[in-house]
Structures are given as structure tokens and as C-alpha cells.
């Protein structure tokens, strides 16, 4: 029988995250051909609860310290290196997501285990796993193995199936201690989200503009459009990171999710971190210079084009036909 | 504060990137490298800090096709001193370059100065081993802080306060002591822009320093096997003509579909 795989359950708040139990159906699938247990592990204070809903592991590692409330990556990664220590794991699974990323790493680099990060597939030949890693922002994808049955595997969010690694049943839980120092960083305090001026998750219509927008001034283009049809603008990052807009109004992997009726991309290529948020949209109508930008893979109408030249004709001829 | 900013060339992902004849890397003919967006906002969050609590701006780069002119440009925005690690032919993977950086501080710095705040970007887009900067919270054994939207110094420059970003806009704050990592996500304001002019001034008047870099072997651990470009799992149809014609175009699909 093959070593365990180990996954790295993440919560924040009370709840565990959908990754986690996407990891798990990652792992599961993987067991089903190398044979190897599942086990979960959950490090926090007061998740004891939480364990019940990791039915999809044969066995789950507790953690429970009232000093571990929102671990420090170094603390989790310290639990992790010595969980599989105890249990011999061989894979062991991280999310990459905000919430958990640094934990794989510092693993890997402490334990000196090789780390595969930005994971999207798993395959299997003879028993031994191949993965599928995203690179250069997706534009690449590179197939890795291991040399050993040992290492870290940090899985992209949203790239496996949740409903795999969900059960009925509950995992025997067994509890574990830590052998930690005192924590190097400290948690103070959450920072809620700032209550935006428009609340974009509830919105039927949102225009999206992104770097292709070029200058603040031209955000007067999208709202226009917006007007029209009775919605609002949304941006990707760089644009709020250009303070152009309010982080309330960011759409992708740490800013909102969004599912309109209609979701127009004005100068957005279409990283994965920015489709994270807005895959849902019912349509989603992409301006953009570049024939080949990712945006067109996923959108149900493509213009090529200048949205400068593109936007305000239709912008104009909207209004003339509800006048 | 002593601050340190490691930077990190990525390949420009504007331009087209073709997989090499060897399969496993990319084709260097049209790559073109930039600084990733993190780690501009690393330096612009290193400027800000320096700004107000003082002390100096270190930059550590690998060599790499631009790397002078983004040095350049960092220094006449007000960093103090550049220091470039040559001898790698090819990027490597982050636990060497990690080794590397770390063997540059460690011979400036032996050891780290108390008031040491060591800034990089949070992810690059080929960290396929890992960030950075855990790799060098572990090599030094201080603490880190990654996706880092913030930070504040406090006691007299013997603790940062982070802000995190978590998801949805939660955000979390954080402290730790001094010395310490961040990986930078996006700093307080936006990096700063420089005119060409005094990009030029400093390529003459600021020096870049070069140093060869100690590049270990790479650890055994992985194998890489083929690279290749992802297939499109479907395209948008592609609506055409000048801007009235495809105006006209998309009212009709919002109006077949009662959006209009
Ligand atoms: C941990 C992490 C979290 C992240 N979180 C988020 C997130 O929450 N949200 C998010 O959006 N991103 C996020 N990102 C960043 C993400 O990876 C991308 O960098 C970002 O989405 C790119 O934004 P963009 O498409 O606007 O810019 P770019 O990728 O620079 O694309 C600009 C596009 O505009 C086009 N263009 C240029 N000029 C014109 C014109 N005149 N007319 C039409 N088109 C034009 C270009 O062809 C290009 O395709 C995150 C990344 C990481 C690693």
C-alpha cells in the first residue's frame, strides 16, 4: 500500500473553505489508483467540529490548541511536517489559495521535500502520479513528477471537483499535539471589507474594465455603458491596485465573485485569478486588442478591437434606442 | 530601517510564449522579461516605508535580459543601492535562487541588522517551486507574512504591522518582530511613476553593483517533463465590422436574450 496522502484542511472563520474539500476529492481520485489512505488534517482552536465534514478522508489529525486561532503559516507548516512524520505520509496537499499560501513552501523548504505549486491535474501511469501545473499565468502548462513517493503539492482552487471530496459519513479522528516555539507572527484582528458604494455580487449587469481601460479617465466610458443598461462597473486588479476604483468593486481570486446576467470585459485578458470570480456570468461579452487573449476562450461573443473605438458606438446607440 | 527588496525578472506574458525544441522550457527568441506586478508594488511599499521612517533601500537582483533598466528606474525613484548576481545562464528554479539571494544579504549583512525588513513580491508566474519567500524566511529563520496589501511599523521599528488579504475583501492584521520577510502583494499606493529623464540621470550618476552569484545545484526532488500550451476548451464568436455594425450586433444578442 502506498504512503498517505495528507491533506491540509483550510477554514477561516469557523468554516472550512470549498478547497478544502476539492483537495480532497483530488486525493481520493488519486487513492483509487496507488491504493493510498486519505488522511485530513485539521490545525486551528476550537475546529473540533469541523472534522465531522471530512468524511471523504479515511482518518482525520486534530489539532486543537487554544494558541493556534488563526495559525501563522509557520505554525500550520510545522504541524503538517510533523503530522506526516507521524502517519509516513507521502503526498501531502495544500490550497493555493491567499488563505493558505507560504504553508507549502515553508514545508518543503524546512523538511526538504519537493514542492509542486499551481496544480490543476492529476494523472496516473504505473502507479505514479504526473502533475499538471499552470505557469506564466496560464499560458503554459508543464508536467512534473516527483523523483521520490515524498513531496508537497499545492493545488490550484477551482481546478477539482468539490462534490469528490464531500461524504455523509464522518472520519475517525485522532488527536494530535505540536511541538511548536511560540508563534513568530501574530494575529490581531480581521479587517472586514469595506461596504462599497455599489454592492457588485448583486448586480444583473456589470461592465468590467481592466489595464486595457489605460486611464482613470476613461473609466467615464464604462460608466456610461453601465448607465445604459442599468448596471455597474467592476474591475481586475490592476486597476484597483491603481486606486482607480474601491477594493469593493474588485471581481477574481481576492476580490468578489460575481454572477450576473451580463458581464462585459473591457481590456481584460482573462488570468485564471480573474475568472476565479466572474466564471459564473451567465454572458460574458469580451472587448479586447489581442485576438489571442484568454478572455476570448471563455466568452460567449468576442470583439477584436480598440474598446475606445468599440465602446462608445454601442454605448450611443444603446441610449438612441431606449430614447 | 535597513530595507531589502529582492526582484525577480518574469517573461512578459503580453508577448507570445512558445515552448522551446527541448519541450521543457520556453523559446528565448521573442521572450521579453519584466518586473511582475508584486514585485513592483514590493518596491514602491520598500519607497513608501523608507519615506516615512528612513533608512536605506537595498535592491538584489539575478541578472536578466532588462534587469539594468528596471534597477535603474528603481534607483531614480529613490532606492539606494543595486546590487546584480550574474552567472546563471538560464532563470533557476526559486529554492536556487533563493540560496543565492540569501548568500548575497548574508555577505552584506552578518548578521541581519535588528531593524531589517526584507520585501518581494508575494508570487511570480513561474514559481513552480514554491514563492520566494518562504524559501528565505526559512534560510534566515524569521518571520513571513505573504499576499501582504499593507504595512505599518511600530515600537520604534522593532515590529510590522500587515495587513493580509484573505478573499472577498477580508483582510486580516497580523504583527511580527523585526527582522522579518513580506511577500507584497499590492503596497498602500500605486508604484510610483518616474520620467524617462531621470531614469537616464541615474544610469549615470547610480551604479549598479555586480557581484557573481552562488548558485548551488538545484535540488534533486523534481522532474520536469513536457510543457505545452493549453488547449482552449471553447471561443467566443467573434462579432466583426466597424464599431455601428458590431454595436448593432450586440443589441440584438441583448435583446434576444430580454437583457435590453
Ligand atoms: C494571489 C493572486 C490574487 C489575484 N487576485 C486577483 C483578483 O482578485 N482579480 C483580478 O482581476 N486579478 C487578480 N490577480 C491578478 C491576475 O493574475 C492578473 O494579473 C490580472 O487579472 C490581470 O488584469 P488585466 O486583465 O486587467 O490586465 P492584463 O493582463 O494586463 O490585460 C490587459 C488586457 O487589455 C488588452 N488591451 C490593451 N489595450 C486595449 C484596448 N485599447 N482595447 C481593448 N483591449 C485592450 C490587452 O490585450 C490585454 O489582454 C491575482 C493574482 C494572484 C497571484
Redesign the interface.
Known amino acids: 500500500m502506498a504512503n498517505p496522502i495528507l491533506v491540509l484542511a483550510e477554514h ?1 472563520r469557523g468554516s472550512l473553505t470549498e478547497v478544502t474539500f476539492e483537495m480532497l476529492g483530488a486525493a481520493r481520485a488519486l487513492a483509487q489508483s496507488t491504493g493510498a489512505p486519505v488522511q485530513a488534517l485539521l490545525v486551528g482552536s476550537g475546529v473540533e467540529p469541523l472534522a465531522a465534514q471530512l468524511g471523504a478522508a479515511d482518518s482525520v489529525l486534530l489539532v486543537d490548541r487554544p494558541d493556534l486561532a ?1 495559525p ?3 505554525q500550520v507548516s510545522l504541524a503538517a511536517e510533523q503530522a506526516a512524520g507521524k502517519t509516513g505520509a507521502g503526498l501531502i496537499f495544500v490550497a493555493g ?3 493558505s ?2 504553508i ?3 514545508l ?3 523538511a ?7 496544480c490543476r491535474e492529476i494523472k496516473v501511469a504505473d502507479g505514479r502520479p ?1 502533475f499538471v ?16 513517493d515524498r ?1 508537497v503539492v ?1 493545488l490550484y482552487p477551482g481546478a477539482f471537483r468539490a462534490e469528490a471530496g464531500r461524504a455523509d459519513k464522518a472520519a475517525p479522528v485522532e488527536r494530535c499535539d505540536l511541538q511548536a516555539p511560540p508563534a ?11 461596504t462599497g458604494d455599489v454592492d457588485i455580487t448583486r448586480q ?2 456589470l461592465v468590467a474594465v481592466g489595464r486595457g481601460i489605460q486611464s482613470q479617465d476613461n473609466l467615464a466610458l464604462a460608466e456610461e455603458l453601465a448607465q445604459v ?1 442599468k448596471g455597474a462597473v467592476c474591475a481586475s486588479r ?1 486597476v484597483i ?3 482607480w476604483l474601491p ?2 468593486r ?1 471581481v477574481g ?5 460575481v454572477k450576473p ?2 458581464y462585459i470585459a473591457l481590456g481584460i485578458s482573462g488570468a485564471p485569478e480573474h475568472w476565479e470570480g466572474m466564471q459564473s456570468s451567465r ?4 472587448f479586447n486588442t489581442d485576438p ?1 487573449a ?1 478572455i ?10 480598440d474598446l475606445l ?2 465602446v ?3 454605448t ?3 441610449k438612441a ?2 430614447s | 530601517m535597513n530595507i531589502v527588496v529582492l526582484l525577480k525578472m518574469v517573461p512578459d506574458t503580453v508577448e507570445e510564449l512558445n515552448v522551446g525544441a527541448d519541450g521543457r522550457s520556453l523559446d528565448a527568441e521573442f521572450l521579453r522579461y519584466k518586473l511582475g506586478d508584486p514585485d513592483e508594488h514590493a518596491i514602491e511599499q520598500a519607497l513608501l516605508l523608507k519615506e516615512k521612517h528612513g533608512g536605506t533601500v537595498t535592491l538584489v537582483a539575478l541578472d536578466a535580459p532588462e534587469v539594468d533598466d528596471v534597477l535603474f528606474t528603481a534607483l531614480a525613484k529613490g532606492a539606494d543601492r543595486a546590487i546584480k548576481l550574474t552567472g546563471a545562464e538560464s532563470p533557476p528554479g526559486t529554492p536556487v535562487l533563493a540560496q543565492a539571494v540569501a548568500a548575497c544579504v548574508r555577505g552584506v549583512w552578518n548578521p541581519l541588522p535588528a531593524d531589517t525588513l526584507i520585501l518581494c513580491g508575494s508570487y511570480a508566474i513561474d514559481d513552480l517551486e514554491g514563492e520566494l519567500a518562504p524559501w528565505l524566511a526559512t534560510a534566515f529563520e524569521i518571520p513571513l507574512a505573504m499576499v501582504v496589501a499593507g504595512v505599518q511599523i511600530e515600537d520604534g521599528g522593532r515590529k510590522a504591522v500587515v495587513t493580509r488579504e484573505f478573499f472577498g475583501g477580508l483582510r486580516g492584521e497580523f504583527e511580527l518582530d523585526l527582522p522579518a520577510i513580506l511577500g507584497i502583494q499590492s503596497a498602500e499606493k500605486p508604484p510610483r511613476y518616474v520620467p524617462i529623464a531621470k531614469v537616464r540621470a541615474a544610469m549615470k550618476s547610480a551604479r549598479i553593483d555586480s557581484q557573481a552569484a552562488e548558485l548551488p545545484e538545484p535540488p534533486a526532488g523534481l522532474e520536469l517533463g513536457r510543457m505545452a500550451k493549453p488547449e482552449a476548451a471553447g471561443h467566443a464568436q467573434m462579432l466583426e465590422g466597424d464599431p455601428d455594425k458590431v454595436a448593432d450586433q450586440i443589441i440584438e444578442v441583448l435583446a434576444q436574450q430580454s437583457l435590453i
Open positions: 477561516l488563526n501563522s503559516s509557520e489559495t491567499n488563505v499560501t507560504g507549502g513552501t515553508l518543503a523548504a524546512r526538504k521535500l519537493p514542492l509542486v505549486n499551481f504526473t501545473s499552470q505557469l506564466f499565468g496560464g499560458k503554459v502548462f508543464a508536467e512534473v513528477r516527483m523523483a521520490g513531496g499545492s513568530k507572527v501574530r494575529f490581531r484582528r480581521f479587517v472586514e471589507p469595506e444583473d449587469v443598461l490592476p491596485d491603481q486606486g477594493l469593493s474588485q481570486k481576492s476580490g468578489m465573485s446576467r451580463l454572458l460574458i461579452i469580451a489571442k484568454p476570448f476562450d471563455g466568452s460567449q461573443y468576442g470583439v477584436c478591437g473605438d468599440y462608445p458606438a454601442l450611443e446607440k444603446l434606442r431606449s
